[in-house]
C-alpha cells in the first residue's frame, strides 16, 4: 500500500495567516492526490482535485501543487471557517489511501 | 440537489454483521462510482472499497477481503456495504462518496456517515 505522510499533524493559525501542509506519498503517484477539509461531527468537503485542480465552488484561496511524491495545500488568507483538518489522499493505486490529516487551530 | 442519504446509527456486538445504507439522488445513479470510506474515533479516513452501480462489480481494500460486500439497488438508487464479523476496532463513522470512473478526480460529495458501534 501506498503510504500518505503529512505535516504537520497540528498548527496553530489566526486569521488573514498563510497556511502550508504538505504530502509525502511513499511512492510516486503522478497527479493522483486530492486535498479534503472536515469539521468536527461532518463530512470531509473536496478542495483539490488532481494535485492542483480546485472544486467547483471552493474559494480561489485554496490551491494545491506537487507531483510524484511531494504535494502542498496552501490557504493563502486563513478565514474563520478555515479551522479544520485537512487531509490528502492518493487516488493512484487500490488501495486508496489518506494522510494522517492535519489540524488547523486558532492561534 | 446531489446529495447522498445515509440512514441511522447502529449498535452491534462483535461477531455480529451490519448493513450500511445510502440513497442517491439528483444525478444518474449509474454513471458515478459509490466508494465506502470509514473514520474511527480520532482517527483518519480509511478508504474500504468501491461499487459501479452500472454493473454491480466491486474493488475491495485487501484488508476487509472476506468480509465485506457492497450491493446496489438500482430500483432505489441506493447502495450497501455489509460488513462481518464485527469487532471492536470496525466502530467508526461509515461514510458513502460518489467517486468518477476515472480516479483522478477525488469524492466530490459525501453522505452523512453512519455510526457503528461494535460493544458486547
Known amino acids: 500500500d501506498i503510504q500518505m505522510t503529512q505535516s504537520p499533524s497540528s498548527l496553530s493559525a489566526s486569521v488573514g495567516d498563510r497556511v502550508t501542509i504538505t504530502c509525502r506519498a511513499s511512492?510516486?503517484?503522478?497527479?493522483?492526490l486530492n486535498w479534503y477539509q472536515q469539521k468536527p461531527g461532518k463530512a470531509p468537503k473536496l478542495l483539490i482535485y488532481a494535485a492542483s485542480s480546485l472544486q467547483s465552488g471552493v474559494p480561489s484561496r485554496f490551491s494545491g501543487s506537487g507531483s510524484g511524491t511531494d504535494f502542498t495545500l496552501t490557504i493563502s488568507s486563513l478565514q474563520p471557517d478555515g479551522f479544520a483538518t485537512y487531509s490528502c489522499q492518493q487516488t493512484y493505486s487500490s488501495p486508496w489511501t489518506f494522510g494522517q490529516g492535519t489540524k488547523v487551530e486558532i492561534k | 440537489q446531489v446529495q447522498l442519504v445515509q440512514f441511522g446509527a447502529e449498535v452491534k456486538k462483535p461477531g455480529a454483521s451490519v448493513k450500511v445504507s445510502c440513497k442517491a439522488s439528483g444525478y444518474t445513479f449509474t454513471s458515478y462510482y459509490l466508494h465506502w470510506v470509514r473514520q474511527a474515533p480520532g482517527q483518519g479516513l480509511e478508504w474500504m472499497g468501491r461499487?459501479?452501480?452500472?454493473?454491480?462489480?466491486?474493488s475491495y481494500a485487501q484488508k476487509f477481503q472476506g468480509r465485506i460486500a457492497m450491493t446496489r439497488d438500482t430500483s432505489t438508487s441506493t447502495v450497501h456495504m455489509d460488513l462481518s464479523s464485527l469487532r471492536s476496532e470496525d466502530t467508526a463513522v461509515y461514510y458513502c462518496?460518489?467517486?468518477?470512473?476515472?480516479?483522478?478526480?477525488?469524492?466530490?460529495?459525501w453522505g452523512q456517515g453512519t455510526t457503528v458501534t461494535v460493544s458486547s
Open positions: 462518496a460518489r467517486g468518477y470512473r476515472d480516479s483522478y478526480y477525488g469524492m466530490d460529495v
Open positions: 511512492q510516486s503517484i503522478s497527479d493522483y
Open positions: 461499487i459501479n452501480p452500472y454493473d454491480g462489480s466491486t
